[in-house]
């Protein structure tokens, strides 16, 4: 084990019990005197977090180190624990006003770093007492810091490795090159001699991207025009309906019961909570499907009309965010109880949103009026060419200003929008042809699909002219924040020329990664982040000045504007994992979730804590950041 030299800071006094040396294996959080208080729900997210990528943190908070060297407590608590490799601790001593970080051997990042990382996102914060915000923003730059270190020792030996492979894959290539060709001309022989088959191609709207891959995107306004030549694809599957089946209740057979009660009660804990959170997973998944749904009946019959669809989608919504909530402070266990009344209210929301969408789907597909809906579709296909090309443009626009912006996402939202587009232009052109031969039972299910593929291809274009609104505000608050600072920099050297310190360091290297994105070299989002979140510790750093302690004081005034910045960049991460939620990952669910509550919590602080709302509104965006970035880019089969 390594351990780090400890840092004294001006921590608070608090009723918390002296400790020996611990053994942490029953909680990665030791909080006996509730020193985190409701900032614990922060603190189990960036444990999670750094959890799901095989990183382990542990955090302990205790009056005095028991008369141990704050490096040796460190290190006789990890042998304890027994903790592995990638493993992390940060303790607080509450009553000698002291830190102390360390990483066992063999982590990716060893303790000298994990201090000095320590000292640059956290110190301050502990120093203020908001314990919370200091672990989460050392959680988050431990992660960033771990996995950019991972990546650049595993780029050395992957490069050697295909300088030594070289010769062979030139020889491979050759015996490849032999066999393409034997093949192409089999190919080519079978080809002339067996007729070309007859067969219509079939247009699947759950994946939709597999159809007319190669097609150009028509905009002539006489594509939904009925020809008779255009080859009439399969019909897109009767969509499900029906309200799906809760999962059986502990009310089983005697030998179902048997068989869990041999089950460890710790192992069944876990079961419960696994299953828990696929269901929570399932009903975000329905959610969203549901919100499309409601999108397509306000349009058609307004939102007068389709109100109870709408309070059923708020109110799955809800009770989805409670439940996570929920599950966040859980542990990972969930005792059977709970677990069953947990899945009998989430059964009961999926029944409501089915029944819902089965209603409102019904009334806006009458098969009888099959023509009508689908003259109704083409106007709405027509419009959503329209946001497609308004995509393209911005697309244009954003890979110009801001090249070096993670721009994945916005490029596949914009071919899958459209591809969603020419998959639909076949299902209205079918549906023309199955209505005018009279089977309009048919023709309403090609409606059907044809509709809910426009809406996606609508949500996709939006969120990427969304995206560059969203940046060019950024940048634009990127510009005059980093303005500020400078002059906040020369201001503290004005009252004092030897000021130095990490927070004047920190600031100084945001402000050089703000000159980066503003010159199109870096992410002008995660730079305004770096930049909001440097400007905190320096002001708390340099409280003592008068001039420092007035910008302090007016800081707060800005909450709202950064909160309804932090919020756009929600819908626009949320669109994201929307469009990709065949793909839904359970972490990714929980940590929106997080960030949801974060938000939800710095509305109540923005008037009785205003210093307490900015750390949230921090750490809330560099998670959103982060969830971004790890959100899957492309769609895949399985993803449409």
């Not at 897109?236 to 869990?260: C, D, F, G, K």
């Not at 969408?357 to 809906?373: D, I, Y």
Request: hydrophobic content about 40%.
């Amino acid at each position: 084990m390594s351990a780090v030299s400890v840092q004294t800071l001006g921590l608070p006094q608090a009723l918390v019990p002296a400790a020996d040396p611990l053994d942490l294996s029953g909680s990665q959080i030791y909080d006996p005197g509730n020193v985190l208080g409701t900032g614990l729900y922060q603190v189990k997210s960036s444990v999670q977090s750094a959890e799901s990528r095989d990183m382990k943190l542990y955090v302990a908070i205790v009056d005095n180190y028991s008369g141990f060297d704050p490096a040796e407590w460190n290190s006789r608590t990890m042998k304890l624990t027994n903790m592995g490799p990638n493993s992390y601790l940060i303790s607080l001593n509450v009553s000698d006003k002291q830190f102390s970080a360390t990483s066992t051997t063999g982590s990716v990042l060893n303790s000298a770093q994990v201090n000095d990382l320590a000292m640059q996102v956290g110190a301050s914060q502990f120093s203020a007492g908001e314990f919370a915000s200091g672990i989460s923003s050392f959680a988050q730059q431990l992660l960033q810091m771990s996995m950019s270190t991972a990546s650049a020792d595993a780029q050395a030996p992957a490069a050697n490795a295909a300088q030594s492979a070289t010769n062979r894959w030139l020889i491979v290539m050759l015996v490849a090159a032999m066999i393409v060709t034997v093949v192409l001309a089999v190919a080519v022989y079978r080809r002339n001699t067996v007729g070309v088959s007859s067969k219509n191609p079939q247009v699947d709207f759950d994946a939709v991207e597999r159809a007319d891959r190669n097609n150009e995107l028509d905009t002539d306004e006489s594509l939904l025009q009925l020809t008779d030549d255009y080859p009439a694809p399969e019909p897109a599957p009767e969509p499900e309906l029906e309200a799906p089946q809760p999962e059986p209740t502990p009310s089983a057979p005697a030998v179902q019961a048997e068989e869990v009660s041999t089950t460890p009660a710790t192992a069944q804990n876990e079961a419960n909570y696994d299953k828990v959170l696929h269901e929570l997973t399932d009903l975000t998944s329905l959610v969203f499907n549901s919100t499309e749904d409601l999108r397509s009946s306000e349009l058609l019959l307004g939102a007068t009309a389709v109100a109870p669809f709408a309070n059923a989608v708020n109110s799955a919504q809800s009770r989805a965010a409670v439940l996570l909530a929920e599950l966040a402070g859980a542990d990972g266990l969930l005792t059977e109880a709970r677990a069953s009344e947990m899945t009998s209210k989430i059964a009961e929301s999926k029944d409501q949103l089915s029944k819902e969408v089965s209603v409102f789907t019904k009334e806006r597909h009458n098969p009888a009026e099959a023509t009508k809906t689908l003259n109704r579709i083409a106007t709405q296909w027509n419009d959503t060419r329209q946001e497609l090309a308004s995509a393209q443009a911005a697309v244009k626009k954003i890979h110009e200003s801001y090249s070096a912006a993670p721009l994945g996402h916005s490029q596949e939202n914009l071919t899958q929008a459209t591809r969603l587009l020419k998959a639909s232009y076949k299902g209205v052109l079918t549906g023309q042809e199955k209505a005018k031969a009279g089977d309009k039972k048919l023709a309403s299910r090609y409606a059907r699909g044809a509709e809910r593929a426009i809406t996606q291809a609508s949500l996709a274009s939006k969120h990427v002219t969304n995206l560059e609104s969203f940046l060019g505000r950024i940048s634009d608050e990127l510009s005059a924040l980093k303005v500020q600072i400078s002059s906040d920099l020369d201001t503290i050297r004005d009252n004092d020329s030897y000021a130095s310190g990490s927070e004047i360091a920190m600031a100084e290297r945001a402000l050089e990664s703000s000159t980066q994105a503003l010159a199109g070299r870096s992410d002008p989002v995660e730079a305004l982040a770096k930049l909001r979140s440097v400007q905190v510790n320096l002001y708390r750093a340099f409280s003592g000045q008068e001039e420092i302690a007035a910008k302090m004081n007016e800081a707060p005034t800005e909450l709202n504007r950064r909160l309804e910045q932090t919020e756009q960049l929600r819908a626009i991460v949320g669109t994201n994992l929307a469009l990709r939620r065949k793909a839904l990952d359970s972490q990714m669910l929980m940590d929106l979730a997080r960030c949801d509550q974060l938000l939800e919590q710095t509305k109540r602080k923005m008037h009785t804590d205003p210093v307490a709302a900015v750390s949230m509104l921090n750490t809330c965006a560099e998670m959103l950041i982060q969830i971004d970035r790890e959100l899957p880019v492309g769609f895949s089969s399985a993803q449409s």
